[in-house]
């Protein structure tokens, strides 16, 4: 499952998702990072059965985290099927069946919102799911 955390560094350089696999010993795969002085922004995949333990730790250490068990949404009444999302995904999330109708494989997305930016009839959104 994926996991959106984020946190500030205003209390100091706690190194968050280190010690949240210490404390858990849950291994944590870091999907995508952007971290400067001040905040970070950290997309994560963990093992579904350890989902919790992992955000509960984390908002103990004071970040705030977002599960996301469908990272990308598409709105099929929207969507006419031109491929502009696959075209700009390097991570394949998207693909045409055999009917050529698109297809989202949203376990690969890492949340880069350029096949939203991309879509000409707005029929992709990022999932708000907490």
Do not use: Y
Request: aromatic share 4%; proline share 2%; net charge negative.
């Amino acid at each position: 499952m994926k996991l959106l955390v984020t946190f500030s560094r205003r209390e100091g350089r706690r190194p968050i998702i280190a010690q949240v696999v210490k404390d858990t010993g849950v291994l944590i795969n870091v999907v995508r990072a952007v971290i400067d002085s001040h905040e970070g922004e950290a997309l994560i995949d963990i093992p579904d059965d350890q989902c919790e333990i992992v955000r509960k730790r984390m908002a103990d250490l004071g970040a705030t985290v977002r599960i996301l068990e469908h990272a990308i949404i598409l709105d099929e009444e929207e969507c006419v099927d031109c491929g502009a999302c696959i075209s700009i995904c390097s991570q394949e999330v998207f693909s045409f069946d055999a009917a050529w109708k698109i297809v989202v494989n949203s376990v690969r997305c890492v949340l880069c919102g350029h096949c939203v930016t991309a879509c000409p009839h707005g029929a992709l959104t990022q999932s708000e799911e907490t």
